[in-house]
């Protein structure tokens, strides 16, 4: 059974930096694309960043290109998200999510996979 489990969210002020952690376990970890997805208060859930299982692609939300940044390390099971030059529309619940075998574009389209982990809070003051 896959488990993701999110890390290192927190309270940031504008401009600041978080990097966040995603940890698959219970299958192969190299077999699973990874994306980040976020849900604002009251607002619908959003792509924010996909990887490929391969690490063949990547995919980012326009609002979070060049701010942010998706790597893999398979040695470590983890995907890792870097956000830098965090902005207060950055605050969200941020989960991460997986499914086999699928590009990352296709990832960031799987708002509703069924393998997620509960997520990290991520808030961003003015």
């Known amino acids: 059974q896959v488990r993701l489990e999110e890390s290192g969210g927190g309270s940031v002020q504008t401009g600041g930096s978080l990097k966040l952690s995603c940890t698959l376990s219970?299958?192969?970890?190299?077999?699973?694309?990874v994306g980040w997805f976020r849900q604002p208060p009251e607002k619908e859930i959003e792509s924010v960043a996909s990887?490929?299982?391969?690490?063949?692609?990547?995919d980012y939300a326009d609002s979070v290109k060049g701010r942010f940044t998706i790597t893999r390390v398979n040695a470590e099971n983890t995907v890792y998200l870097q956000m830098n030059d965090l902005k207060p529309e950055d605050t969200a619940l941020y989960y991460c999510?997986?499914?086999?075998?699928?590009?990352?574009?296709?990832?960031?389209?799987?708002?509703?996979?069924?393998?997620r982990g509960k997520g990290t809070q991520v808030i961003v003051s003015s």
């Open positions: 219970g299958a192969t970890f190299r077999h699973y694309s």
């Open positions: 999510a997986a499914i086999r075998w699928i590009t990352a574009q296709t990832m960031s389209r799987m708002t509703d996979a069924q393998d």
């Open positions: 990887v490929a299982f391969d690490a063949s692609s990547t």
